[in-house]
T-cell receptor
């Protein structure tokens, strides 16, 4: 049972445009959500997070939006740069689950110059 | 060290053999996690160590899998009698005590069982 789903395996965007990566979840207990970025042959690196008490968190070019009623979150990257090309993982957790994270399968983002 | 170090980076083993994967966390990080990523899938939680507390082993897929951690340092993940479905990238991560989810991941060990 996939509790965190990233339904788009890949996304291709032109440099300078907006990249929107989507994530859906099924467990209503999740109260903390994160995005990780992964380059080939490297481990994932933390990008941005959001608590369920918020609906938006922004950090530079990266913004995460959370829609609790739809159990949906998205990562917006504006403007997209070729160096953003990577695999993006959505992850979620809740307090009673401890420090463990449930990850989606990832979306490959390609930013074309 | 500066980051989480995992060894070996690649391991090819024959079905039925035992393997040991090693993780050196960042110094001072009390929490250590093992995840694995099979082809086309997300990261799957395996086991979590936090300081001197009993480890959370709820993600280990079978009794062929075990892990140990010495104090707040090195951890080894052991897979006995490897099967082809064990083929995956095994990722270790660590985090400091004051950050719940600020994992720092290693580069992983790519395990191939032939």
């Amino acid at each position: 049972d996939q509790q965190v789903k990233q339904n788009s395996p890949s996304l291709s965007v032109q440099e300078g445009r907006i990249s929107i990566l989507n994530c859906d979840y099924t467990n209503s207990m999740f109260d903390y959500f994160l995005w990780y970025k992964k380059y080939p042959a490297e481990g994932p690196t933390f990008l941005i997070s959001i608590s369920s008490i918020k609906d938006k968190n922004e950090d530079g070019r990266f913004t995460v939006f959370l829609n609790k009623s739809a159990k949906h979150l998205s990562l917006h990257i504006v403007p997209s740069q070729p160096g953003d090309s990577a695999v993006y993982f959505c992850a979620a957790s809740y307090k009673e689950y401890g420090n463990k994270l449930v990850f989606g399968a990832g979306t490959i983002l390609r930013v074309k110059s | 060290g500066a980051g989480v170090s995992q060894s070996p980076s690649n391991k090819v083993t024959e079905k039925g053999k035992d393997v040991e994967l090693r993780c050196d966390p960042i110094s001072g990080h009390t929490a250590l996690y093992w995840y694995r990523q099979r082809l086309g899938q997300g990261l799957e939680f395996l086991i979590y160590f936090q300081g001197n507390s009993a480890p959370d082993k709820s993600g280990l897929p079978s009794d062929r899998f075990s892990a140990e951690r010495t104090g707040e340092s090195v951890s080894t993940l052991t897979i006995q009698r490897t099967q082809q479905e064990d083929s995956a990238v095994y990722l270790c991560a660590s985090s400091p005590p004051w950050t719940d989810y600020g994992y720092t991941f290693g580069s992983g060990t790519r395990l191939t069982v032939v």
